[in-house]
Nanobody, 123 residues
Framework: QVQVAESGGGLVQPGGSLRLACTYS????????VSWYRQIPGKQRELAAA???????SYGDSVKGRFTISRDNAANTVYLQMNNLRPEDTAVYLC?????????????????WGQGTQVTVSS
């Protein structure tokens, strides 16, 4: 079991910045990926950014060049720095911890979500 918790959301004006933090409990898993997704009501959940145990990074097309994902291994924390925010970035941002290297039938078992943090971009 892995506990995941997000923090850092809030209200920001267009063009502003926010930094989200995802803290996860200590884990014995050596291969995993921590991802930030965002959920807009009525729309499909969208990947914003992801970083693996060996620091491979990927970004969703809509945030490339504006968002940066990073990690502090000692603190078991993954950060999402969001710059040049736009109204369309308004969403609930959710952190996901997923163990890698498990069969597809077991992936749901080794997959944990936080409660989410609201980000609102508005003037």
């Amino acid at each position: 079991q892995v506990q995941v918790a997000e923090s850092g959301g809030g209200l920001v004006q267009p063009g502003g910045s926010l930094r989200l933090a995802c803290t996860y409990s200590r884990t014995v898993f050596s291969q995993y990926v921590v991802s930030w997704y965002r959920q807009i009501p009525g729309k499909q959940r969208e990947l914003a950014a992801a970083i693996s145990h060996d620091s491979r990074i990927s970004y969703g097309d809509s945030v490339k060049g504006r968002f940066t994902i990073s990690r502090d291994n000692a603190a078991n924390t993954v950060y999402l720095q969001m710059n040049n925010l736009r109204p369309e970035d308004t969403a609930v941002y959710l952190c996901n911890f997923k163990r890698l290297g498990v069969p597809p039938s077991l992936q749901s078992t080794f997959n944990w979500w936080g409660q989410g943090t609201q980000v609102t971009v508005s003037s």
